[in-house]
C-alpha cells in the first residue's frame, strides 16, 4: 500500500506558476514510478509527467517546457512545478505511483485525492 497526498494547487492568473507537491508514505523506500496525472470531468485523463526510479521523466506534450517534475527522496515528496500557465491547465491534478504516463486505467497504480489547479484569464 502507498498513500499519497496532494497540496499546492490554487487560483493563478495565466502566465502565472504553481508549485504542488505530493507526499508518499507506506512503503519504505521507492519502488515505483510517480507521476502527475490531470482531468476535468467528462474530459479524460491526461498524463502530465512521470519520473521513473532511474530518474528518467517523461511529459505530456501540453507541458512539456513549462512544466518541470522532481523528488526528494528524502522527504519522500514529488513535485510539480508549473510555470508559465495557460487556462487550458485548469484541471484537478493528481499524484500517482505506479502509473506509466499514457494509462487510462483506473485500478493500476496507487493514487491522491487531488488538488485543483485553476488558471483564469
Known amino acids: 500500500q502507498v498513500q499519497l497526498v496532494e497540496s499546492g494547487g490554487g487560483s493563478v492568473q495565466a502566465g502565472g506558476s504553481l508549485k504542488l507537491s505530493c507526499v508518499a508514505s507506506g512503503d519504505r523506500y521507492s519502488r515505483y514510478s510517480m507521476g502527475w496525472f490531470r482531468q476535468t470531468p467528462p474530459k479524460e485523463r491526461e498524463g502530465v509527467a512521470v519520473?521513473?526510479?532511474?530518474?528518467?521523466?517523461v511529459y505530456g506534450d501540453s507541458v512539456r517546457g513549462r512544466f518541470t517534475i522532481s523528488q526528494d527522496n528524502v522527504k519522500n515528496t514529488l513535485y510539480l512545478q508549473m510555470d508559465s500557465l495557460k487556462p487550458e491547465d485548469t484541471a484537478m491534478y493528481y499524484c500517482?505511483?505506479?502509473?506509466?504516463?499514457?494509462?487510462?486505467?483506473?485500478?493500476?497504480?496507487?493514487w491522491g485525492q487531488g488538488t485543483q489547479v485553476t488558471v483564469s484569464s
Open positions: 500517482a505511483a505506479g502509473v506509466p504516463l499514457y494509462s487510462k486505467r483506473i485500478d493500476l497504480g496507487y
Open positions: 519520473i521513473y526510479t532511474n530518474g528518467q521523466t
